[in-house]
């Protein structure tokens, strides 16, 4: 299968699904950087744009990525899920993930055909150490295969 | 039936604004002459078409139309319907023919012939009625003239049999969407921002002479000379209006030696136009290429909200967003579609858009979707009224115009004061663009 399409959306489009459990968030042109309260856990989605259909043909998803980083091990990316509409296609989870991840990619196992819109959900817990409990999304995407 | 030397003796005599000639049509045959006007009433279909509606219709027209020239010519050549019951046909395709151009920018030559013979209609040629032509280009559609040529020999007779060609289907043109207008103000508006119409008038012997000007039918009071008979009724494109003139342009079927060069001016009012019957309408032509080139989603947590104070709760899980209202409240629920505007330097086109939502009970309802391509809403669907778990609804943009700017659909909520939840969820949205 040919990669068809790989289509991405900036780091600060994402949506915080406690946002009572943010201490602050700075949307900037480079990213968007999130501080989490300690002891806590959030959700951070992404809509991915997805085009389902290329010339009456439809595609399936490969895989996501993400370039982020945490500022101290405090942040850790601990689950990545990818969603199809309101179908959970991919979990991964136990990632835990800190420091300077960069670019990160996480299969769809089985490659299914895409349906409605990709969302990735990225599990965060924020722990009470002294570290600084920042993460910051840079971007995130999908590659689509035909 | 009156002679040429008594019509002109009428014309001279009256304030007339036009000037006869000895057609083609005119030295016909009475049953010939009949035979032309091929309109068949639906009465109880007219009657709905022509009840009083409560919309008020604000004035949006230009004083001067003529699709002929308004960004390029959008009529196509005049065509004639020889000696068969059949101006229906050629009426309802040269509008399409017209919304080709002003929609797609493809300037097509459609078969009459294989809407008037191959259809619902039969192999005949009696007369139609234009809601059932234009239900046919809905449904099963129209063929290029190549595919099934108009019928009719050198001497104008016409056979009327079915002789398509074998890819018909494969071939076949369609239209989305067919209204009727009957309000004088809505007429000029469609045809100053929209296009031409499809009209029905009475016709009466001296139509058949009309040589050029602004027709109106001349009256005879003379009890010593024949009455001036209505002969039947007829169908033909409505292209353009003159308010300077104080009439409807229109193109007949009829060839070019008839009228100016096949067109016609009709005064207001006249011949039943404006008072016994409605224009009829066509758009989102639809050729056999206008493939599906992209669908893009978004998913349902990209949500915005245009009232947030109105909102109790707003959720944004990876499953979808979940929004509940205050009692008593209306809201707006944006979605930013992804959007090509070019691909491989083709500007796509919005066919329709999609939305995968439930309201959690009766007290959420989805009241209004409206669809935009930057600040220019491009399609309204009001008082749709959902509820419950409906899961994929999708909306058409009926005349599929070329995106420019993004595409954004917005979605208005009513939250009632029921005991029940006023919860929604918002999974996907999506567009899908076609070449």
Known sequence: ?146 | MVSFGELSERLRASTATWTARETPQFLLADDQKNQLLGVVVDEADLATAMAPRASVETPNFAQEVDWRNRNGNHVTPVKNQAGCGSCVSFCVIATIESMASIELGNFLNLSEADLHFCSAHGPNCDGWWPHRAYDECKGRGVVDEACFPYPVDSSGKVNPACAACDDRDDRAIRITESKTINNITERKNWLSNVGPCCAVIRVFDDFFAYGGGVYRHVVDNNPNTPDDVERGLHCVEVIGYSEAEQCWICKNSWGTGWGEQGFIKIGYGEIGIDTDFPFWTARGVTTPDSKLAQALWIHGHSMQIEYPNSITKAWRAGFYIEVEGKPDTKNWFHFAIPTKVIVQDRRLRVGSVMLLMETLSPNAIVRDVHIYDGDTKIAVHNGINIVGNKEFIRFDVPTHPHVRWGIGISIGVTFKNGSGSRVMRFKSAGCDFIE
Not at chain 1, 10 to 35: C, L
Not at chain 1, 43 to 48: D, G, Q, R, S, T
Not at chain 1, 51 to 60: A, E, G, P, Q, W
Not at chain 1, 117 to 141: C, E, H
């Open chain 1, 1 to 146: 299968m040919a990669l068809a399409e790989a289509m991405w959306t900036h780091g600060h489009s994402m949506q915080i699904e406690y946002p009572d459990n943010i201490a602050k968030v700075r949307k900037a042109g480079f990213y968007m950087e999130v501080e989490g309260k300690p002891g806590t856990k959030n959700w951070f989605h992404f809509a991915i744009p997805t085009t389902v259909i290329v010339n009456d043909k439809r595609l399936s998803a490969d895989s996501v990525m993400l370039l982020f980083e945490t500022l101290s091990e405090d942040a850790i990316v601990r689950d990545v899920h990818i969603f199809d509409g309101d179908a959970r296609i991919a979990s991964h989870n136990g990632v835990n993930l800190t420091g300077k991840a960069g670019f990160q990619r996480f299969k769809v196992p089985g490659q299914p055909k895409v349906k409605w819109g990709i969302g990735i959900s990225v599990g965060v817990t924020f722990d009470k150490g002294s570290g600084a409990r920042k993460i910051k999304f840079k971007s995130a995407g999908c590659d689509f295969i035909s």
